[in-house]
Each structure stands twice: as C-alpha cells, then as structure tokens.
C-alpha cells in the first residue's frame, strides 16, 4: 500500500467524518453433478470444451432446462438465511455482451428472485473477550449461471490488450451459481471491514454446512463483490457506491472495505464526489483500480425468459427442505464446544481464526479434537499469517491434517517431524505419506541403529553416563538430545531412553 | 411428372405397405421432381440427394425385414431451414449462418430420423423467419406453383412451395404468427399450427420463443394429422413442452372425413372480416360456412374484441424476443465473419459481420425489439403488449365457452405479387392478421385450401382454431369441410395448380 498511502486518509480520521454503508453480493458455485440449464458435468477444469453440449455453448436452437437439484440447493440456502422462499418466480434475460457468454445473455433471475427477505446474525469477537452480533439483512438470494472463462494468448500481460488471440473454454459455462445479496449494512462503523470479513467468513461456514458446495475462495466457487459508499456523519443518507469485484479471500474483503473506505474518504473531503463503479481489487498490492463506469442507466433489457416454464416449488417441498437445514449456529457450537471439550477461550479462538469449518472437517476424517485445534491453531495460523493467506486458502485440506495427526498416532513420526510433513505438503510435494516417504522422515525404533547411538552418546559424555549410573536418572535428557541430533530428529525418543537406562543400569 | 409425386402421404404409405412402390423409387421420384421445377420454385436452399437415398434405402431394407417402424416410414419430407438438421447445413434463410452444418438433430428431425423418413432437404424461407412472403430470404425468394411472379407466403414458404409443386408430400414448418398457415393459404396447401408445446421446439432457432411452433406442411389434413403424430408429444429437452397424452390425430382427421358436422358448434370471428379483405376470400369463406350449415354444424357470429390490438402487440413481444435470441450471432463461434481492414476488436469485427450477415428486416425488427425492452420503455411497450396478450387469451376462452370451434380465412387476400409490398413493411405485416392470435394464446389452428378467389384464380384459405390441447378438433373439422369441398372440385384443390413441367423462367 506504500505507493498510495499518500492519497488515503487515516482511518481513525474516515471514522470521525463519515458513516459506511456497506453491502456483499456473494456468489457460490454450486456443487450439483450437472450444470444449471443442461446435462453437462458442473466440473470446471478437464479438456477445454469437453463438457459441453449445444445448450452450453448457446448454439442456434438449443433449449435450456432447469436444473431441479440446483432448485433444491438454492431454496435450502434460502432458509438458512431466514428468507422467504418465492411461491412462484420466474428466470429472466439479462442481456448484454461478455466474450465468455455464448448467448450474449445470462439466465438470471431479476425481480423475482427464488428467495428474499432474510437475515444472518455476524458474531464479531471482541477484543479482550465476548462477542459483538451484526444483523445482516439479505435482500435476494437468486439462480443463475456461470460464464465460461477466456485465455488471452501471446501478450505480454496474459490481458486481452495485445494477445494475438484468445480462446474460450465453455467448461464453466452453465455451472449454477447462487448469487446472494444484503441491503446496505449500516450502523458497523468502524469494524465495517470486519462485519464483512465474518460475514463472508459465516456465509461460507454456512454453505459448507449445507454441503451445497465446495465453498473455495481460492478456486473460485465462492466469490465476493463489495459495495462501499462513505456519507457524512450523522447524515442518515446513502453516498454513491462503488463495487469492487471478484475479492477472493476473507482477509481481502477486509482489506477491501477499509482501502475503499479511505479512498472515498479523501476524494470526499476534498469536495469531489465518487464515481459509481466496478473495480478492480489487487491482493499483491492491496488497492482497487477503476473497472468499468457503470451508472444505473446500465441498460440490461430483462424480460422473462420464454423458454422456461416458471419454477414454483411447493410449499410442502419447502417444509421438507427445511427439515434438512444443519442446526442453528449458536446451538451448534456450544454442543461442538461440549463435545470436544474446548474452554470458552479455545472455541473463541478456533472461531475467531476462522477455523471452525476446517476443525470441524479434519475431526470428521478421524483426528482428535485437540489435536485438530493444535495444528489448525498452531503450525498452521502461523504460516497463514507468514503467507498472507487465510487459513481455508493454504494448499493443505482437512484430510491432510488428519492424516498426519494419524501418523503422530502410530509414531510414525512424532512432533517435531510432523512438522516437517507440514511443510512439504505445503511446499506442494505430496500427501502426508508421499513426503514421509520422500524427506525420509519416519521415526526410527530399530534397536540395532539406536543402540550405536546410545553407545555413541554414552561415549561422548562419560560425565553424564556416570551420574546416571549413580541413580540421577533425570540427566538421561542430555543423552537423549545427543542421540536426538546424531539421528536428526527420527529416533523412538521413549525407546532411546529404556536403551539408555538398560545398558548404564 | 411420375405420378407418384400427385399422390397424398397417406396413398404413399399404402402404397409402401402394399409393396407396390418402394422407398427409394419415391425418394428418387420427388428428387427428380425437384431437380425439374425447383430452378422456377425456389422451394429448396438445400438438397441432400445422397442423405435421402440412403434412408430410403435402409427403409426398404427394414421393410422388407417387417421391421416397418410406422405408416410414414419411407415417405420422404422436406424441412424448414431453421431446424438444426446434425450433418445438413442450417441457414434460417440468413447470411449470417451460411455453412453452418449444426452437429445436432432438432427433435422434431430426430423424430422423423426415427419414424423412418428419408429427408430431401431444407426449405427456403424469410430470415429467421421473418416476412410474409419468402421474398426476405438472403438466397433469394421462393415462387408460388400456381403464379411463378407472385409470393408462396411467408415465412415458411419454401415448404409450403415444395408441397404445392409437388416436389415433397409433406414439409415441416413453423409458425411464430401464422408462418405455416398464411403460406398453406396462398399455395393451397393444408398448414397446422399445434398449440403451444404440443411439438418440441428444441432444435428450433427461435425467432420468438413465446411464439414459435414447429408443425406439419402437407396436402392433405389427413396427412397433417399421420405427420402430427410422428412429431408431437413431450420432450424433456424442452421445458415447455406439454406432459400430457395426445389422442391420434389421424384417427380424428378420419373421423372428420365422413364431413358429418351435426352437434358441431362454430363461432365465426366478427373481427377477422370486413374492410381490406379481398371479396374473393371473402366469397369462398362464405361459401364454405354454408356448406358447414349444410353438414349440421351450427355456426354463430362471436366477438373477440381485442383482436384489433394483436398485430400492435405481436410487433412489440416478437422483435423484443428475437433482439435477445439474435444476440448471439457475434461472429465468434459459428457462421459468417468479417473481418475490417486494420487491426480491428472484436466488437468491430461484430459489427462488421452482422452489418453484411443480417438483412434489412432482421435488423429492423432488432432495433424495435432492443427499444422495447429498454428501460423506461418496457412497460409502455413490452408490458403493454403482455397485458393485451392475456386479454387475447381472455377473448378466445369466453369464444371457446360458446363455441367448440372458431373460424374465418386464413389471410385477407391471395398471393400477392413478388416485390409489391416488399417496401411496405406495415402492409406485409397485415397479412398475418388473422393467423395472430392464436400465436399469441398459444391454442391450435389449422389452414385447409377453400377455393379459388374469383379475381385472380388464385388459392384461399379457410382457419379453424380450437381450445389449448384441442388440436383434434382441428383436424375433425378440418377434415369434414376438406371432404365437403372435394366433392365439388373432384379431389384435392392441389389438382388445379399448373403442371410446372418445363415452364422456366
């Protein structure tokens, strides 16, 4: 931020002139076997083009047909976020040209949304304990589909500007998305950037809980927009906003919001007034640059999609939706809380860290709650915190964790080694077991290697030897360690000390 | 001419089943036919010689296995160029799409694949099926068999012509406002257009897709009903496809036949009559409205008050619906592109393509359709236009509540001259007032020839439409008057039309 800190104003400074109001349209990539409006694998990746069919690709004449198993998905988040589910709603043509978008329209819904009118309760913890609870109105939650995705091939930037050509994968063309949207959320002040990161943090909670989708910022199946506008303090009114696309982790949108703020802040004071845009967040440097100009006389020229029959779900499907919702969050962590065994501090944190999802999904692949909240606590807010990233964005999975937890288990590796597991899976070289395999890491309890080194150890200490021969046998630590260095860490630490106390016996 | 070529589907079909004529003998008949004429007609874009052959070939072989898979299998069909035929080129009349072979089968194609019909080719017809005379065809215009300088209507003219010269025993066409029934009028052909749904449109590019229904082309109403049968009925591919069970049609054409109309009750359209409307047309339609008094039918005169509004209305949903659909021909993917001197962007390169690929009416119709959606209009035009659609609706269920069917002609005048109206846009649209309203109720209506106009010496049409899902009564009544009138003109009007054989132009 160091090139641009000239022309933001200090926070504390946009606190004390101006009210934030601050909104997130979230999308989320659903994880249905199939596409939105067709057969098609909802997978992206694979051979470009492979999982296409005419409807996808928008060829002439091709037919869309709704996706029943994405309704369902999007009804169930619907009532997680205490909306109304419509009794009768309709997809619309939101028409304009995107190079991605074979129709040169998106199916989307417009003023008939499939849900609305709900509400999250955000807990924010607070500095030196307890919790502040943000509600966070959501206006709409409704379907839609993917774009496909672009290659720009032969610049210098990898941008369209000076390619020699592009080419379109239409893989993701047609994926479900559902696009959630809050009001403006007023009234958070200065911890607006934080509402928003556990807001975006709790939704995501949220849609892994609902098991709807995969929920990876990093991939892309979860992505924020953040709306900001500044208006004078006490004013009670709405400044113009601006809209910055595609943030793509928790720490981001944070980042995001107070960068935003700051930037309006002085173009404010200074008498100018903001431009109503997109734009573009940059994680390397931490700013947002101009999108597009987009005025609300963006002209999308909606009307009710002719070839699908409007959905209407039934209000007994409904009720039978709602019986599948995961339990309230408040009640579901204090009985995780209970079943774990966490003090109030170790649970705050967990969440407070943003790792309840993950702790919850490693102790689901078999580690121990504690240990779960050690690694995710520990080893690994660390290198979050190194890297940057959020937790849920660290190239490591649940699974990973718990596996190597299972090796620490069957001593496989102890402590220390295991944190040499952790980083090569980091450093991407594998599974668990792959970079056990590769560094070499496995704890040895062979007695033949360990009795050399003890008698090696005993050797070089005749001191140490001695008082334990006497009966001090605490000193035995000192000849562990030396045993410890020569085997660079690998020994059977509790089977070196039965060698070292048999043989000085 | 092969006498072959004269004979109804119905006698060819017999004729197969007899074993008195084979596949491909009257694939190759209606080749040879088209290779004659169709230098004058025009009927054709296309031509699959080969294609055809083939499948009469394997029809005759199934046949002679008794593995016969219906009546019409080996009775060859001419289709619409604005089905995707997988293999065939696929033009909608349009420059834009020239060369475009799509690599898939419509359904309804994929139906007439399965039922065993060789396919001659594709017919000509307006761009994207927008006209009323064929002449909007960017390969040209078609001609009508029974005056070469004047228009076989529009847009489906090309099947229309093929039938009416002979050149196919059945055609498939579409009808987005009449584009089936107002070309059978003024070729005297039969021409059905099924309610709404009750053929797939998937495959279909759409001009309108609120509109826009796929139906039969024929000689006969017989005809029209066996081919009805082939291609109706649900399709998962499109979602607004009706799920219900549809009776045989070709048992109610037979019934029909007897010209027994005792107990039948017809409502005359008050609307649909009067100032503008040919004499001739109007002579016939009289005529025929007593022959169905003669037969037992009670006719009444029934009001439909807001069918003046209809045309105002169709001319706002259709180009609004077709400015979306036709978004997607950018000259990226598929079809026509030009590319301007320079170092052009891709939404020069856009421009340029659709510049040179779409005609003048295509691109009128864009405009008044991107202006009708656009915000701050869209009520006053396209929500306007949808208010008067419902009470369409309403109009035709208070009529259906007196009577079973409704009737008046077909288009108010014969086949006009090539050229005349072709710098009138308004009075070539007047030609579809009649067939208007049932496109936009979505209920069924049916063509059938009704006699020479005294004036010219050239066909008109008489109309019968019926409730949503009543297509049988269509063909019931349809058939009785068809048998009323061949009486009087010794078989089929068809017979009537001039021989073609060596008139070239």
């Known amino acids: 931020m160091s090139t641009t800190t000239d022309a933001l104003m200090a926070y504390d400074d946009v606190l004390a002139a101006f009210d934030p109001a601050l909104g997130l349209e979230v999308h989320v990539e659903l994880n249905t076997a199939s596409k939105m409006f067709c057969g098609c694998p909802a997978t992206f990746g694979g051979e470009p083009n492979a999982g296409t069919c005419p409807t996808c690709l928008g060829l002439p004449g091709a037919m869309p047909v709704v996706n029943g198993k994405a309704v369902e998905s999007a009804i169930r988040i619907g009532l997680a976020l205490n909306c109304d589910i419509a009794e009768w709603c309709r997809f619309a043509r939101k028409n304009y040209f995107y190079p991605d978008m074979p129709k040169n329209f998106q199916t989307s819904q417009y003023d008939e949304p499939i849900a609305f009118d709900g509400y999250m309760d955000v807990t924010v913890p607070v500095e030196g304990g307890g919790d502040e609870v943000f509600r966070v109105e959501i206006e709409r939650a409704h379907m839609e589909e993917d774009t496909g995705k672009s290659l720009h091939v032969g610049g210098a930037t990898g941008r369209i500007h000076g390619a020699d050509y592009s080419l379109v994968d239409y893989n993701r063309a047609g994926i479900p998305l559902i696009e959630i949207v809050t009001r403006p959320i007023l009234g958070a002040g200065e911890r607006a950037p934080e509402v928003a990161k556990a807001y975006v943090s709790q939704l995501r909670e949220l849609i892994v809980a609902l098991g709807v989708s995969e929920a990876r910022m990093d991939q892309g199946n979860l992505r924020a927009d953040v709306n900001l506008s500044l208006a004078p303090k006490g004013s009670g009114v709405l400044g113009t906003r601006t809209e910055t696309k595609n943030v793509n982790s928790f720490r981001s949108v944070e980042r995001a919001v107070r960068y935003e703020m700051q930037r309006h802040a002085v173009i404010l004071s200074d008498g100018g007034s903001i431009l109503q845009e997109t734009r573009h967040w940059h994680e390397d440097t931490g700013i947002t640059t101009s999108g597009r100009e987009k005025s609300d006389a963006e002209d999308y020229r909606y009307f009710p999609e002719p070839d699908l029959v409007p959905v209407a779900p039934s209000r007994e499907w409904v009720e039978e939706l709602r019986g599948t919702l995961p339990e309230n969050p408040t009640v579901r962590r204090a009985r995780l809380q209970a079943e774990w065994g966490f003090s109030d501090m170790e649970m705050r944190d967990t969440i407070g860290a943003g790792a309840l999802g993950l702790v919850i999904e490693t102790i689901a692949e078999g580690a121990a709650p504690q240990a779960a909240r050690k690694w995710w606590l520990g080893e690994l807010a660390r290198r979050s915190n190194e890297d940057g990233v959020d937790l849920v964005d660290l190239p490591i999975t649940p699974a990973d964790v718990a596996r190597i937890q299972a090796l620490v288990d069957d001593k496989t590796v102890n402590d220390k080694l295991a944190r040499q597991v952790f980083e090569g899976v980091l450093a991407g070289e594998g599974t668990p077991d792959e970079v056990v395999a590769s560094r070499g890491l496995a704890v040895v309890s062979d007695d033949g290697a360990l009795g050399a080194a003890v008698d090696n150890a005993i050797a070089a200490n005749p001191d140490v030897a001695d008082k334990i021969r006497e009966g001090k046998v605490a000193a035995a630590g000192a000849l562990i360690g030396a045993v410890m260095k020569e085997m660079r860490g690998q020994a059977d630490a509790g089977r070196v000390r039965e060698l070292i106390l048999e043989k000085l016996a | ?505």
């Open chain 2, 1 to 505: 001419m092969s006498d072959v070529t004269r004979r109804t589907a119905a006698a060819l079909a017999a004729d197969l089943a007899a074993g008195t004529v084979t596949s491909v003998e009257l694939t190759e008949a209606h080749l040879d036919r088209i290779a004659a004429v169709d230098t004058d007609v025009h009927a054709f874009l296309h031509v699959d010689r080969e294609g055809a052959l083939a499948d009469a070939a394997e029809s005759d072989a199934r046949r002679a296995r008794g593995e016969a898979r219906g009546v019409l299998d080996g009775v060859p069909i001419a289709v619409k160029d604005v089905l995707a035929t997988r293999g065939l080129p696929t033009t909608c009349g349009s420059k834009i799409l020239e060369g475009w072979v799509p690599p898939y089968d419509a359904t309804v194609v994929t139906r007439l694949r399965e039922a065993g019909l060789p396919i001659l080719g594709k017919t000509n017809m307006d761009e994207f099926a927008m006209g009323s005379s064929t002449e909007h065809s960017a390969y040209g215009p078609t001609h009508n068999p029974w005056d070469l300088d004047r228009i076989p209507g529009g847009s489906g003219g090309g099947s229309a012509a093929a039938v009416a010269a002979f050149e196919a025993p059945l055609a498939i066409g579409t009808d987005t406002g009449g584009s089936i029934r107002q070309p059978g009028a003024v070729t005297g052909t039969v021409g059905v257009k099924p309610t709404y749904g009750g053929v797939s449109r998937y495959g279909l590019v759409a001009l309108a897709n609120s509109l826009d229904q796929a139906g039969p082309v024929t000689r006969t109403v017989l005809d029209a009903a066996m081919l009805h049968d082939v291609i109706g009925g649900h399709d998962p591919r499109d979602s607004t496809s009706i799920q219900q069970e549809w009776p045989s049609f070709t048992e109610a054409a037979t019934v029909g036949a007897t010209g027994d109309m005792t107990g039948v009750k017809v409502g005359v359209i008050t609307e649909l009559a009067g100032d503008g409307w040919q004499p001739g047309v109007m002579a016939r339609f009289q005529d025929s409205i007593d022959l169905l008094v003669q037969a037992g039918a009670e006719v009444v005169e029934v009001s439909c008050p807001s069918f003046v509004h209809a045309l105002a209305a169709y001319y706002l949903i259709l180009p609004a619906e077709a400015s979306s659909n036709l978004a997607k021909f950018d000259a990226m993917r598929y079809g026509l592109r030009v590319t301007p001197e320079g170092s052009p962007s891709a939404e020069d390169v856009m421009r340029a393509t659709r510049d040179a690929g779409f005609g003048d009416e295509v691109k009128r119709r864009i405009i008044l359709g991107t202006y009708a959606l656009s915000s701050g209009y869209y009520e006053a035009y396209y929500g306007q236009a949808q208010k008067i659609r419902t009470l369409i609706s309403r109009d035709f269920d208070a009529a259906f509540g007196r009577v079973d069917v409704l009737v008046s002609p077909t288009a108010p005048t014969t086949a006009f001259k090539l050229g005349e109206k072709l710098d009138d846009p308004i009075a070539m649209y007047l030609n579809d007032l009649a067939t208007i309203p049932a496109n936009l109720a979505g209920v069924p209506g049916i063509s059938v020839p009704n006699g020479l106009a005294d004036e010219d010496g050239l066909p008109s049409g008489l109309q019968v439409l019926a409730p949503a899902l009543a297509d049988d009564r269509v063909y019931r009544v349809g058939a009785a008057l068809e048998a009323l009138h061949e009486k009087e003109w010794g078989g089929p009007l068809l017979q009537k039309a001039p021989a073609l054989e060596g008139a070239t132009r």
